[in-house]
Antibody, heavy 120, light 113 residues
Framework: EVQLVESGGGLVQPGGSLRLSCAAS????????MNWVRQAPGKGLEWVSY???????????DYVDSVKGRFTISRDNAKNSLYLQMHSLRAEDTAVYYC??????????WGQGTLVTVSS | DIVMTQSPDSLAVSLGERATINCKSS????????????LAWYQQKPGQAPNLLIY???TRGSGVPDRFSGSGSGTDFTLTISSLQAEDVAVYYC?????????FGQGTKVEIK
């Protein structure tokens, strides 16, 4: 059974930083493109970033424009883990952050999400 | 960026009746070289993560009941629930993967009438 478990969310002040983690099991992690998708409270889904598998060709990392220069996605295939380093956080970054695999195609496996709240 | 617009924002349907959700993209998501529409549908039940229902606009995901079907091509797509069940109460999202950013529609909330 595939499991994705996010952690690292919490309350942070505007301008602060936070690092999210996603621990994966039940899949060959290194062969999957991994993504972060967020959902502001009561709102819809927004794709944030992806990092391609090590075997993929083409651009390996991308971000939605609103987080470029502030967020950094990374992965550690030896630890089956995905990360999102977030700096210069803003109120509009408040959301549940999901990690998700890309396959089928589509986001076919999702974690339960971790809540990030940016507030003073 | 490709903008995805769903209609309606919400709908209430009686149990056993048909529910129809529309999704329109601001530009075509049909890739001419393989004649595939780069369009997926998701279901998100209250308090849960989304679940992939449909990809390539009309291919059901693993374990998805056959009362769910997707249709359309180019810029106009439809998700149909042929006979609404109580467990189908959820928000449904379309999403294009023709180009990045992979954008979602705003969601359509389906309730029981």
């Amino acid at each position: 059974e595939v499991q994705l478990v996010e952690s690292g969310g919490g309350l942070v002040q505007p301008g602060g930083s936070l690092r999210l983690s996603c621990a994966a099991s039940g899949l060959i992690f290194s062969s999957y493109e991994m993504n972060w998708v967020r959902q502001a409270p009561g709102k819809g889904l927004e794709w944030v970033s992806y990092i391609r598998s090590s075997s993929s060709s083409g651009s390996n990392i991308d971000y939605v424009d609103s987080v470029k220069g502030r967020f950094t996605i990374s992965r550690d295939n030896a630890k089956n883990s995905l990360y999102l380093q977030m700096h210069s956080l803003r109120a509009e970054d408040t959301a549940v952050y999901y990690c998700a695999t890309w396959g089928s195609p589509g986001f076919n496996y999702w974690g339960q999400g971790t809540l990030v709240t940016v507030s003073s | 960026d490709i903008v995805m617009t769903q209609s309606p924002d919400s709908l209430a349907v009686s149990l056993g009746e048909r529910a129809t959700i529309n999704c329109k993209s601001s530009q075509s998501v049909l890739y001419s070289s393989n004649n595939k529409n780069y369009l997926a549908w998701y279901q998100q039940k209250p308090g849960q993560a989304p679940n992939l229902l449909i990809y390539w606009a009309s291919t059901r995901g693993s374990g998805v009941p056959d009362r769910f079907s997707g249709s359309g091509s180019g810029t106009d797509f439809t998700l149909t629930i042929s006979s609404l069940q109580a467990e189908d109460v959820a928000v449904y999202y379309c999403q294009q993967y023709y180009s990045t950013p992979r954008t979602f529609g705003q969601g359509t909330k389906v309730e029981i009438k």
